[in-house]
């Protein structure tokens, strides 16, 4: 994916805003694009950032390598499989139980192109792994955001207020959640989303099949998501691309030929292939970019902030509704214990 002329012009060092106070947590933040979003937030004097990852010994050598270039950071290592509901549940519980607030929630984590499994639930392992723990994680934590939101004032508005007596109260300040889909979400076969697939392994929709129909349900989750808080004006929803970057993601994807591993390698090594440090603007950009301007809640964006490059399939309000209503039944039941 080439960078678009549309593009929003985007520097995380100098575009996004002091986050002092905010709490910010991302999954998948021991690798690639996780990674550097945790890094680039740190710099930006946060209160908190949590970050995800299967193993929280990784977790940690990443939070120790970020604090050599950041060293006030303040990061926690949060033990998240989003392929088991369980663990998505204890990471849910201890957030809740110790963070006041959260302000932002990436949806990083994803596998790609993986042979054919389930997950400890029973779901397809990609649609599983990059759809339904990420659901399930929001669901858990959304309550957290909103309170966030709903008591949380711009700082502009804020100062206008103390300023001027007359003005009106300072309105709340969206939660945000981005969500990480891919161009690939085009390539999902109709009719987008084949419900009788997603509990089984779903063979014979191919690995990228199978990876594409996951990254078609991130962002229709994300448009449904956007539109049922679109009143409250209290939550601000994101999908994203982020482009072909140089991560591990292609390492991983053993569900794919090599001779398609060995040409990405061959690309990387070429520099022919973006690094996460240009990777990963999308998504800090839909994280910190002020809402209604070139930001519009339930949107899918590709580089760097471009919008109407979903399929129509994406764009597909019934298919949309029929997903969330479909996920939200295989989530009923699944609570947090405090």
């Not at 088991?84 to 990436?106: E, G, N």
């Amino acid at each position: 994916m080439t960078w678009c002329a549309k593009s929003v012009s985007f520097d995380p060092k100098k575009d996004i805003p002091p986050l002092t106070d905010k709490v910010i947590l991302v999954t998948g933040g021991n690798v690639g694009l996780g990674k550097q979003a945790v890094l680039e937030y740190a710099r930006h004097g946060p209160g908190l950032i949590w970050l995800a990852a299967r193993s929280v010994e990784k977790a940690d050598a990443v939070i120790d390598e970020i604090k050599h270039q950041v060293p006030d950071a303040n990061i926690k290592a949060l033990e998240l499989d989003l392929a088991s509901f369980a663990s998505v549940k204890k990471a849910a519980a201890t957030v809740l139980s110790t963070s006041p607030r959260l302000d932002i929630l990436m949806l990083n984590a994803g596998i790609m192109a993986a042979t054919p499994g389930l997950t400890a639930d029973g779901y397809e392992l990609q649609f599983g792994t990059n759809h339904m723990g990420h659901a399930l994680l929001t669901k858990l934590l959304l309550p957290l955001l909103l309170q966030t939101a709903a008591t949380t004032t711009t700082t502009s508005s804020s100062k206008n207020h103390a300023n001027n007596s007359s003005s009106p109260s300072p309105s709340p300040s969206p939660a945000r959640i981005v969500v990480l889909s891919s161009d690939g979400h085009r390539f999902a076969a109709k009719p987008g989303i084949d419900f009788a697939t997603l509990k089984t392994p779903a063979e014979g929709l191919g690995a990228f099949g199978r990876y594409f129909q996951s990254k078609l349900a991130n962002a229709l989750w994300a448009r449904e998501l956007a539109a049922r808080h679109d009143a409250t004006q209290t939550l601000v929803v994101a999908a994203v691309h982020p482009g072909m970057v140089r991560t591990q993601l292609i390492e991983r994807a053993g569900g794919s030929p090599a001779v398609v591993r060995a040409a990405i390698r061959a690309a990387a090594a070429l520099n022919l292939i973006p690094s996460v440090e240009h990777g990963v603007r999308n998504q800090l950009w839909a994280s910190v970019a002020a809402p209604g301007s070139d930001l519009v809640s339930g949107e899918y964006y590709e580089p760097v902030g471009v919008a109407g490059r979903a399929s129509a399939l994406a764009r597909d309000g019934e298919l949309a509704r029929r997903l969330w209503e479909w996920t939200e039944k295989e989530l009923e039941g699944h609570v947090v214990e405090l």
